[in-house]
């Protein structure tokens, strides 16, 4: 299937093209066997199947770059935020952030509230008897 004097082929970097599925390589031929689709015909199903809007300048995608350069901005005061609030370290607060490990850290910072407010009350005892004895 050509188009024009070249191939759609001569105007495309297929080394960059990735698939998000395997099954967009195959289709059903005439007699009913699978065969590999061309290049050409994974092209034209792409192109066909595209709902959005065509990312076609350098500029459309500056814009959005930038956007997420400002969300960026907005989430790392969150972090410095969420960092100073619960006295974390960085990567804590970042991984929490983004999702990772949150039971981890959760369970980490319970055990030691728990194990500061076992040594305190301990030492409370202590001091109580320490005293009584001292009366």
Do not use: C
Request: charged fraction near 40%; hydrophobic fraction near 35%.
């Amino acid at each position: 299937m050509r188009i024009h004097q070249y191939s759609l082929l001569d105007y495309f970097d297929w080394d960059s093209f990735q698939f998000e599925d395997w099954n967009e390589e195959w289709t059903i031929d005439d007699n009913g066997r699978p065969r590999r689709k061309t290049k050409e015909e994974i092209l034209l199903d792409k192109a066909k199947k595209h709902k959005g809007m065509w990312l076609t300048s350098e500029n459309m995608a500056k814009e959005y770059f930038l956007r997420g350069k400002q969300l960026r901005d907005a989430i790392r005061a969150l972090i410095e935020e969420f960092r100073i609030t619960y006295d974390l370290t960085e990567l804590e607060a970042k991984n929490i952030i983004n999702g990772y490990h949150i039971s981890d850290y959760v369970r980490k910072y319970k055990m030691l509230k728990d194990f500061l407010e076992a040594y305190e009350k301990e030492e409370a005892i202590q001091n109580q008897t320490e005293k009584i004895k001292h009366s």
